[in-house]
């Protein structure tokens, strides 16, 4: 039987899910989600009905039923902010809200390529594009950098939550900092349609913030303020900052949504600072960075047992670490998740607690619930870069390679310049290479060891690819290098460390190895 709505056919005797000629790939376990939904579109479905039809009864974290209702939405082109074609009913649960058409009304099959263009997912191009620059430190310390960046910080988090908005990474933005430059070679390098700038002078106990929205286009000031107060209002004043940009760029949402960016801020100011401080090291992607940054977090957590956010970013760095083979993963994956738990227990809200989970599940091999995780994280924060590369490496990781690719390409998009970016160009070689583009998983791979020399990981793709597609001359050079990094490297230490869902997976990358000559 076939359903057509909104230019989707949805074939419940093929099991397949089209928008006008396109086929859409949809997991099975989601398939069957939205054709019971559809079927039962006469009615509030709850979570128990759900559970009971799609999963047999049996039981489903509340993760994965989110994350999976997530992707039946994203596969109709649906969000759980327009909840166009399934809506959720609080404390009822679901209900499929499209309009079914018959075969020779509907748009998808009429009008193909005009209904592709219509309803094409690009939230990239859609959403204003905004880029916070370092905050200028003008106080007469030049140690009190790390107070001005945490400024920077927060605001690019808080903007961040509002999904109307597109906001560049802060590792990308910050690499402007200390220089002097034109708003339009801003613009242009990061694809921003506005920058946000300012400046910081703390002095005693009182603190002075300049900002000012730029408008790239034509140059323009859209508004700019000036904040004194005192050291403890920083948090206010950084949460009238981000309510008057918003007022500024978008007023009519704005007064539609009523909008307040509020988090939970720590106890603390010392506290707050050791963490921003612990955030510009995080960025570096180096092992005696994330040393720092760990023993930086550990002090705040001290002073502060209960600060989500400096618990979320250690229980991130730890799995960051064994991720990279920086560190044990026997000794700090347990320790990692300890302090992601207790991060999402503190603040369910805070999107570097679930990124921290999620990174913990992945490699504690734990895929749908680091799927559902990420996915949880970037609902948070849409801009969220580090938690977008890491969804891209646990699809890929899970056998779901083509939305891998596309995570990847979200995530170099969020994160377009700075250290993290070879990060990036990682998580999508790793995912073309599962998908069996090795050309591709090559030209990535190179480009990410050109900005990272000692990146470890990506070196093992660029064997495995060059292997596997006889490239002996790139994959003996590649090996020579991963063995300088990584002296005790073996496909045994592969298979021990990757953390693969399906055998085939695993056998198709270990061959690869097996060919460039790694034994």
């Not at 940054?293 to 064994?322: C, H, K, M, V």
């Not at 801009?383 to 390679?401: C, D, I, K, T, V």
């Not at 970016?421 to 791979?445: D, K, Q």
């Not at 064997?463 to 003996?476: K, L, M, P, R």
Request: aromatic residues 8%.
């Amino acid at each position: 039987m076939q359903f057509l709505f909104e230019g989707h056919v949805l074939d419940t005797d093929t099991r397949e899910l089209h928008r006008g000629p396109e086929r859409i790939a949809v997991e099975p376990q989601v398939l069957d989600l939205l054709i019971y939904l559809v079927q039962n579109r006469e009615r509030v479905v709850s979570k128990d009905d759900l559970i009971a039809s799609v999963w047999g009864g049996r039981i489903v974290s509340d993760a994965a039923l989110t994350s999976r209702i997530y992707a039946a939405r994203k596969a109709v082109g649906d969000t759980g902010r327009d909840q166009k074609l399934i809506r959720t009913v609080s404390r009822k649960g679901l209900r499929f809200i499209g309009v079914l058409n018959s075969p020779a009304d509907d748009d998808a099959r009429i009008f193909p390529a005009v209904l592709a263009a219509e309803k094409s997912d690009s939230p990239m191009s859609e959403r204003p594009v905004i880029a916070v620059l370092p905050f200028n430190n003008m106080s007469d310390d030049p140690g009190q950098e790390f107070f001005s960046d945490g400024i920077s910080e927060d605001l690019i988090t808080a903007l961040s939550k509002l999904r109307w908005f597109f906001v560049i990474a802060r590792n990308s933005s910050f690499i402007y900092k200390g220089k002097s430059v034109h708003l339009k070679q801003v613009g242009e390098e990061l694809g921003a349609g506005y920058v946000v700038e300012g400046s910081v002078r703390k002095s005693g106990g009182r603190v002075r913030i300049t900002v000012q929205l730029n408008d790239v286009a034509n140059g323009s000031h859209v508004w700019a303020e000036r904040y004194d107060r005192g050291a403890a209002d920083v948090f206010a004043v950084q949460d009238e900052i981000t309510e008057a940009i918003v007022a500024a760029m978008e007023p009519q949402l704005y007064a539609a949504e009523n909008f307040r960016a509020r988090s939970k801020h720590p106890s603390s100011m010392d506290a707050w600072e050791l963490v921003m401080r612990a955030m510009a090291h995080y960025g570096q992607v180096s092992p005696q960075d994330h040393a720092v940054a760990q023993e930086l977090l550990q002090r705040a957590i001290a002073i502060d047992p209960n600060y989500s956010q400096a618990l979320g970013l250690l229980g991130a760095s730890y799995t960051f670490g064994a991720h990279m083979g920086w560190t044990d993963a026997g000794v700090v994956l347990p320790l990692a998740e300890r302090a992601a738990l207790a991060a999402v227990r503190l603040d369910g809200e805070d999107p570097w607690a679930h990124h921290a989970l999620g990174s913990a599940h992945l490699l504690f091999r734990r895929h749908d619930d680091a799927i559902a995780a990420q996915e949880l994280a970037l609902r948070l924060n849409p801009s969220f870069a580090f938690a977008q590369n890491f969804y891209a490496a646990a699809l890929a990781f899970s056998g779901r390679w083509r939305e891998a690719v596309e995570a990847a390409n979200r995530a170099m998009r969020l994160n377009p310049r700075g250290s993290f970016v070879a990060l990036n160009y990682g998580a999508a070689s790793f995912a073309h290479y599962l998908c069996g583009n090795y050309a591709e998983a090559i030209r990535l791979s190179q480009a990410a060891i050109r900005l990272r020399a000692d990146f470890a990981a990506v070196y093992r793709v660029l064997i495995a690819a060059a292997g596997i597609s006889g490239q002996a001359d790139i994959a003996v050079t590649a090996l020579q290098e991963l063995r300088r990094l990584h002296p005790n490297i073996s496909r045994d230490w592969v298979l021990i460390h990757a953390p693969f869902k399906l055998d085939t997976d695993r056998i198709h990358y270990m061959e690869g190895l097996r060919r460039a000559g790694l034994e």
